[in-house]
């Protein structure tokens, strides 16, 4: 293959990517990585750098169409940014001292924990009473709007909460990823934020996560611009295209599709991460 | 004081529409770009097999931008990417300005801080490490 031909390739696969990724909710990076390296033979680390400035398109691009869709809260969001950016710092230098093949396999592992996530159905956590008093200093409670006005929640366990964060961030800098699977473990399960809120404030948090990782690998030489190039305009098309077809979609059946294609990935990447081949 | 999701989904409507933009500028600039790269490379064999890290100048965001201010060609397709980073960084610094539109100061110190870590990655801070 020639650059040409090449580019074309990669340009086409994120740009399906992007599409199925928006659609389903998974995010397009989790499988741009494991087909760059399996099927066209990328080098991880190329690869990863490549899909982490996708990442950013994505949740910088569909920030309008989650404004519309729920309510962030910028606050639960920005606080835990902290947590988040440290953690994808740290991770993104860890990642420049890892073997290769150790980073396939944790790659492996947490796509299967994103598909298996994305296959979960979402419903809110009960509400414990009273919740967490760190939560009320730091102005996190907020409301958001649902069919019977306007409701109010509460934040629990913001401890808890920050640090799984930390270990999100660790990861998106480690793989680079959105990890919008953990970040939703953690602002779901362990902060019982309703998901409305959640997912929109975790879109938010992505792209913030994913530009403190991009720093590292920018200054490692990562970010080969000829491969970011098809990379990038792909998922960026792919995911617009998938954002306009996503309001009142049953994408119940894609989704499983898609989520069973990322476990077949994920188990591939970990094979190979473990048999030395990548 | 009061959180107030009125103000707030105001503030977050214009940050989206200001990130949609950002996004699409970057993409222009990397198609741009991308085509007159491969005009020019586009039959010559390149494979990612191999890591050997980009050019020193490719690396930082000074070298990209003198680079690029020269019209070559691959350091201003970086310099597209690096608008793309750069869109989550705007977020964040117009959200320092909502917060003290607010008169939260407490907030205003959590988002300078956060700030302050996205600048330190992005000017080669944690090569120490």
Same mark, same amino acid.
């Given at each position: ?56 398109? &994505?949740?910088? /691009?569909?920030? $309008? ?17 902290? $947590?988040?950016?440290? /953690? ?9 001292? &890892? ?28 509400? /414990? ?94 970010? $080969? ?11 960026? %098309? ?20 898609? /989520? ?5 990935? %994920? ?12 | ?8 989904? =105001?503030?977050? @409507? ?28 586009? +039959? #010559? ?22 680079? +690029?201010? =020269? ?15 750069? @869109? ?9 300005? #909502? ?16 700030? #302050? ?8 801070? +944690?090569?120490?490490?």
């Amino acid at each position: 293959m020639n650059t040409l031909e090449f580019s074309v390739v990669v340009c086409a696969v994120s740009a399906v990517a992007g599409f199925l990724g928006s659609l389903t909710g998974l995010g397009g990076g989790v499988v741009i990585t494991p087909v760059l390296t399996l099927m066209l033979g990328v080098d991880l680390r190329y690869a990863i750098g490549a899909t982490l400035v996708s990442v950013i398109a &994505t949740s910088s /691009g569909a920030a $309008a169409a989650y404004v519309r869709e729920g309510f962030s809260n910028i606050r639960v969001g920005m606080f835990l940014e902290i $947590a988040t950016t440290i /953690g994808a710092v740290v991770g993104a230098a860890v990642a420049t001292r &890892t073997p290769a093949s150790m980073l396939a396999i944790i790659f492996g592992a947490i796509l299967l924990y994103s598909a298996w996530e994305s296959l979960r159905q979402k419903h809110d956590e009960p509400q /414990g009473a009273s919740c967490d008093p760190l939560a009320e200093k730091l102005r996190l409670n907020s409301t958001f709007p649902s069919p019977e006005g306007f409701k109010s929640y509460r934040v629990c366990r913001v401890k808890t909460g920050f640090g799984l964060m930390f270990g999100a961030g660790m990861l998106s800098g480690l793989l680079g990823i959105g990890s919008g699977a953990v970040k939703v473990l953690a602002m779901d399960r362990a902060m019982r934020i309703p998901f409305k809120v959640s997912t929109t404030t975790s879109n938010f948090m992505i792209g913030v996560t994913a530009a403190a990782s991009a720093g590292v690998y920018l200054n490692r030489g990562y970010i $080969a611009p000829g491969l970011a190039m098809p990379v990038m305009l792909g998922v960026v %098309a792919g995911s617009m295209l998938g954002a306009r077809h996503l309001m009142g979609a049953r994408v119940r059946a894609l989704r499983i599709l898609f /989520g069973c294609v990322v476990a077949a990935l %994920a188990i591939e990447m970990i094979y190979s991460g473990i048999t030395g081949k990548i | 004081m009061q959180n107030d999701p009125g103000h707030d989904r =105001k503030v977050e @409507t214009f940050i989206g529409v200001l990130l949609r933009w950002g996004v699409i500028i970057s993409a222009v600039v990397v198609l741009g770009s991308g085509i007159w790269y491969l005009a020019v490379n586009g +039959a #010559a064999p390149r494979d990612y097999r191999h890591f050997h890290p980009e050019a020193q100048d490719l690396r930082s965001v000074r070298g990209v931008v003198a680079g +690029a201010a =020269k019209l070559n060609c691959p350091y201003v397709i970086q310099l597209g990417l690096l608008l793309l980073i750069a @869109t989550p960084v705007a977020r964040v610094i117009f959200t320092v300005f #909502a917060f003290m539109e607010e008169r939260d100061w407490m907030y205003v110190g959590i988002t300078l801080l956060v700030l #302050a870590i996205l600048l330190f990655s992005l000017a080669g801070g +944690a090569s120490v490490f």
